[in-house]
């Protein structure tokens, strides 16, 4: 949906430009954008609490079975892995652990690429029946998809969160649940991706 919007008022259903825009306005588009969030499992269309409830039974398997869940993500998301994954241990005793280290992820960069940098630590550290947790605003960063490939191919489940273009790679791939936010504005899709996961941790 194409944007219009004026300085005064808040059009309900639109998405603003980078154009002015107040507080509230953006509070409402964040609204908005949160309700209209899209999800998929197993690469099927589904209900937000489909999606859910995908996720939960995930994540009660990997307590139940001592299971790992890892978290990758870039710049201002990686906040919210690092957030997340301490809020899965420490209110659910998960072994939930996010790749911030930041002499692990400069070395694997500069001697291996950034775009292998998760996928190759994933290669070591996760084991099969492990939970990939992996955000992308754009859904496009190559660093990421390369750590979904590589955490399909050792059979751990892969949970998504991305926006932008719903024909985004990552929201295109099948995976047990991914969840997508119809909006360019990095600060939409971040608030939004960390309200969907407080949605999930705090109702675990």
Not at 122 to 146: C, H, P, R
Request: net charge negative; aromatic share 10%.
């Amino acid at each position: 949906m194409e944007i219009l919007t004026t300085d005064t008022q808040f059009l309900p259903n639109s998405k603003p430009t980078l154009k002015s825009i107040n507080a509230l306005q953006w509070l409402g588009l964040l609204n908005n954008t949160l309700e209209d969030t899209q999800a998929k499992s197993f690469g099927q269309s589904c209900s937000l609490m489909e999606a859910f409830r995908e996720v939960c039974i995930l994540l009660h398997e990997a307590k139940a079975h001592d299971h790992a869940v890892w978290w990758a993500a870039n710049g201002g998301s990686v906040s919210l892995a690092s957030h997340f994954a301490q809020d899965l241990f420490n209110k659910h005793r998960i072994r939930s652990m996010a790749f911030t280290d930041a002499a692990m992820l400069t070395c694997q960069a500069n001697d291996f690429g950034y775009e292998d940098a998760y996928a190759r630590m994933l290669d070591v550290f996760a084991k099969e029946g492990d939970i990939l947790v992996a955000i992308s605003s754009s859904g496009k960063s190559k660093n990421i998809l390369k750590a979904i490939e590589k955490a399909q191919d050792k059979h751990l489940k892969v949970v998504g969160f991305s926006g932008f273009e719903s024909t985004n790679p990552l929201f295109k791939i099948s995976c047990e649940a991914s969840f997508f936010l119809d909006s360019k504005l990095y600060g939409i899709v971040e608030t939004g991706h960390g309200a969907l996961l407080h949605g999930l941790v705090e109702t675990l």
